[in-house]
């Protein structure tokens, strides 16, 4: 039976697999029963049962690339490394399959494990001719984690095992440099220190400052001989007092020691929150790599460091990287010294490229292959010992969006990948970072407060509090962010005229969230760190209070609020991109429309590929400074006829914007809503200056203000609202429609082309339908007949009501379309309201009460059954029935996933996301289709 060495009790709270004890009987476990695959490295030939240890030195593995599950991305790639005969230092493999046997046994390791580990030691022994603990030739290793998925810096590493009093005199004859030993025992030393026996880090740290403040030395290397091992006997003791016991001398005792700690790791706090995170289940666990070690750190012609093969923040094919001359890795990971680039930049002589070129050659070759291997861009690790070059891990490399679009369509160019595979490589969440300024991650600048990121892009300005405010300081040429508890339609010209908006309120698909995405403006909701000064003049956030015309920076794509003015980069559409969209096209079955209420905004859907307008607001117009006074006479009219006065001075103001819509959308529908918001919101509220609002309508104050309590409502977004309002105001429809068909008949008549469709909102009985969509053909036909125009068009509904989707079969006699408004949908099938989630969905969101905000991620087992139901009954009445979505899903690409999958036709979203939809789209298709990318989307689909 095996028992690890022994742990670090206690330390940092830790559990630890591998503590010493009785294991339960390993047979009636089933991974202990299951055949093993004959090794490929006498070292590592299973000792009997299930094979747990994996080999691979000297252009010799047991594993490959394929086996990340069972051997972590680590060990998978050092074997496929070594198979493709990549200089790679001999080790093995302990699978994960030991990690998570030893958390289900209470830490107790499986049957034979220490029998193969010991022959997996002989396999690098006998490859290299040196002993384990053998203080003539003694051979040290490395122990490092390595999960199947990357969680990277989460978990521990050892490094330099195998050294004790004996073998580190050894190690200093055999290199002649025993300065070099007693650096190698100082790491090991502090490492094995802090990760296996739990003894705090700064001990080590404050130790060695010391120590180089005595020696008046900033750098480590600036230490001797004496001053290192004075420095490494003081650690002796340091290990001593901290962890209640000696440093273990024995190298055996050692390598147990570190393998429990890496084992242990998986379930430390940061690793656990990192998963969590992630989504990555616990239960993977991760496998332990036991290495021969190689030195950068031997003299003058030893280096270390880490390259891309391809630029990771412009994808530019040249290698790229960083190395320190005289180093070991975590020296480089550290910060500790500033490393120099590996290739030529600067001409000063300090690149791998002109210091030591061959070995940068080979690089450059081993990169290149590996490349061509993995067809992708990869993150390698290496080490230069005396001359040689040691390749110590090669992953997939993370990049930038940019980087990702480019370098995947030049390895299309390249013959590397297909399209396919191009188009499957590219996050669409990441993408939407493309289309906006983002924050120069490179400035300097102050987090303030973090709310939520609910319109992405990067703006700075000045704070102002009020829409007329911001509207005026916009106008005088100065960038203004609006701050506001919360927005609302009135408020709409201070956003237009705002580089962004700022809510202290608020979710996701709240008035600001919708409002700012549509115009594609930067904004920050529900901040419940900024607490508006009651006065108006300004807010408090930690013990800083920022006043009107105080510079702020809000980074909307990560929702933090920054101090002062904070350097932006701008977007690029440039030509790759460009590409990658024409492919998505090809493979996508959704279309894609944009959600769009101006000329502006449809120009702007049309640049990033929409084919048409899903929803268009028409709320929205009604809001400017010279038509509301009108909104506001219809609402204040006591009769139909003075309604319809007031309606009439409208009319030619909405004729127009349809027209300008339609002129830019040429000939691609257009969905069209009718009036959708309660009336009360284009009244003031109380506290504005209703006087002037008074005097404009004719009316008295109080009259006014009687007004405004007759319309208040307590839910107004279950109240009077919707079709509701076109069905007791009839006239409100009909002015409507009657302008969509006049616009219509314009830009016909002047050559263009209209596809119209017409849509009801907030329908739950299809009699509703049946009456708002009389009122809209009589309209439109009536104005059609007289000029004498033809024009096909479309009257649908909107199905945000779980009625109208139980119910869909009924109102699809009528509709000859549906768009499911997701924000309201999910707001009334989860019965949340959607100006208030802020308030308790964090918790819920801690307490994984919902895995996703319902707003933002459409949730598939409740709201999205009912889409699913209202499709099938629709289809089933109404076999060609058009199907869509313009809820803010309509942008998210799982939530497109799913709509593709639920066989809409089109998704609409606001236009900076019409590309992210476009992408999401065509992974949804290739995902289904016998396409390489397959896999990879497979697994992307599934982390949605
Ligand atoms: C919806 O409810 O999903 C929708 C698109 O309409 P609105 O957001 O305007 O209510
Ligand atoms: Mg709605």
């Not at 007693?182 to 739990?198: E, I, K, S, T």
Request: with cysteine.
């Amino acid at each position: 039976m095996t028992t690890a060495g022994r742990g670090r009790a206690g330390a940092r709270g830790r559990e630890r697999p591998g503590r010493e004890g009785p294991t339960r009987d390993a047979a009636a476990d089933p991974t202990a029963s299951a055949e093993g695959e004959p090794a490929v490295l006498s070292g590592t030939e299973a000792a009997g049962g299930r094979k747990w240890v994996y080999g691979f030195g000297d252009g010799r593995a047991d594993g490959d690339r394929a086996m990340r599950d069972l051997l972590g991305g680590k060990g998978a790639n050092l074997a496929e490394m070594v198979r493709m005969g990549v200089p790679v230092p001999p080790g093995f493999t302990i699978s994960t399959e030991v990690c998570a046997y030893a958390l289900r046994h209470d830490g107790a390791y499986p049957e034979g494990l220490r029998e193969q580990v010991e022959e997996g030691l002989a396999g690098i022994e006998a490859l290299l001719g040196r002993r384990f603990g053998d203080p003539a030739r003694p051979l040290l290793v490395s122990v490092r984690s390595g999960a199947p998925v990357s969680m990277p810096g989460m978990m521990d590493t050892v490094l330099n095992l195998g050294l004790n009093d004996e073998t580190l005199e050894g190690l200093a004859r055999e290199t002649g440099n025993p300065r070099f030993a007693l650096d190698a025992w100082r790491r090991l030393l502090q490492m094995y220190g802090d990760v296996v026996l739990g003894v705090p880090h700064d001990r080590f740290e404050r130790a060695l400052e010391r120590r180089k403040r005595e020696a008046g030395t900033e750098s480590d290397a600036g230490l001797d001989e004496a001053a290192l091992r004075a420095l490494t006997e003081e650690y002796l003791e340091v290990i001593r007092a901290g962890a209640g016991r000696p440093f273990p001398r024995d190298p055996r005792e050692q390598l147990w020691g570190a393998v429990a700690a890496v084992f242990t790791s998986w379930s430390n706090r940061r690793a656990v929150r990192y998963r969590r995170l992630h989504g990555i289940p616990d239960t993977l666990g991760t496998a332990v790599n036991v290495q021969a070690m190689v030195f950068g750190n031997l003299g003058e012609d030893s280096a270390t460091g880490v390259a891309f093969t391809r630029n990771p923040a412009t994808g530019a094919r040249e290698l790229y990287g960083e190395y320190l001359v005289n180093a070991q890795g975590e020296d480089v990971v550290a910060g500790i010294r500033t490393p120099h680039s590996i290739r030529r930049t600067a001409g000063d002589g300090s690149s791998l490229e002109e210091r030591m070129p061959r070995t940068y050659a080979e690089l450059a070759q081993v990169g290149e292959r590996l490349e061509r291997h993995y067809r992708d861009l990869q993150d390698l690790e290496f080490t230069v010992e005396r001359g040689r070059l040691w390749l110590l891990q090669t992953r997939t490399g993370k990049r930038t969006a940019a980087a990702a679009v480019r370098a995947a369509v030049d390895m299309v160019n390249e013959g590397l990948i297909d399209e396919a595979t191009a188009v499957g490589r590219i996050d669409p969440a990441q993408l939407e970072t493309l289309l906006h300024p983002s924050i120069d991650e490179h400035a300097d600048f102050e987090v303030l407060a973090t709310g939520l990121a609910a319109s992405p892009g990067a703006a700075s300005g000045k704070i102002v509090f009020s829409a007329d405010e911001a509207a005026e300081m916009a106008e005088a040429g100065e960038p203004v962010i609006l701050v506001r508890r919360e927005t609302s339609p009135e408020d709409i010209h201070g956003m237009a005229a705002a580089q962004a908006i700022l809510t202290a309120r608020g979710g996701t698909t709240s008035h600001a969230a919708v409002v700012a995405r549509g115009m594609g403006k930067p904004c920050v909701a529900g901040c419940k760190e900024i607490d508006l000064l009651p006065d108006g003049s300004g807010f408090r956030v930690g013990v800083a209070t920022l006043r009107r015309g105080d510079w702020i920076t809000l980074d909307g794509s990560t929702g933090r609020v920054l101090a002062g003015r904070v350097a932006t980069r701008p977007a690029e559409l440039k030509g790759e991109f460009r590409r990658l969209m024409e492919w998505c096209d090809r493979f996508r079955r959704l279309g894609v429309r944009a959600n769009a209420d101006t000329p502006h905004d449809a120009g702007q859907a049309i640049a990033f590929g929409a084919e048409g307008i899903g929803l268009c607001r028409t709320e929205h117009m009604f809001f400017d400074e010279d038509r509301i006074l009108l909104v506001r006479r219809m609402i204040f009219a006591r009769s139909e006829s003075a309604r319809r006065e007031a309606l009439a001075g409208l009319l030619p103001m909405q004729r127009s914007d349809f027209t300008g819509i339609f002129h830019a959308m040429e000939g691609r529908p257009v969905t069209i809503r009718l009036l959708d918001p309660p009336l009360h919101e284009f009244l003031p509220h109380e506290g504005d200056d209703l006087s002037a609002v008074a005097a404009g309508l004719g009316v008295p104050v109080f009259e006014l203000r009687s007004a405004i309590a007759r319309l208040a409502e307590a839910n107004p977004m279950l109240g009077h609202r919707g079709c509701r309002l076109g069905i007791t105001y009839p006239e409100i429809t009909e002015m409507q429609a009657q302008a969509m068909a006049e616009a219509a008949c314009d830009v016909i008549r002047g050559g263009g082309r209209v596809a119209l469709e017409v849509m009801v909102p907030l329908v739950g009985v299809a009699r509703e339908l049946e009456l708002q969509a009389g009122v809209i053909r009589r309209t439109i036909d009536g104005v059609l007949a007289d000029r004498g125009v033809e024009l096909p068009y479309a009257v649908g509904t909107m199905i945000e009501l779980p009625r109208a989707c139980v119910t869909a079969d009924e109102i699809a006699r009528e509709a000859q379309f549906f768009s499911f408004g997701t924000n309201d949908l999910t707001q009334t099938t989860f019965g949340i309201s959607r100006d208030d989630s802020g308030k308790f969905l964090h918790v819920y969101l801690a307490q994984g009460i919902y895995a996703a905000d319902p707003f933002a991620v459409l949730d598939e087992r409740g709201v999205g059954r009912l889409i699913r139901t209202a499709v099938e009954l629709g289809r089933g009445v109404r076999p060609d029935l058009k199907v869509g979505i313009c809820g803010e899903h309509g942008g998210d690409p799982a939530s497109v996933t799913f709509c593709h999958r639920a066989g809409l036709d089109y998704v609409s979203c606001s236009p900076f996301r019409v590309p992210v939809a476009r992408l999401a789209a065509a992974q949804a298709a290739l995902a289904e289709t016998g396409a390489e990318a397959r896999a990879v989307l497979a697994d992307r689909l599934a982390a949605r």
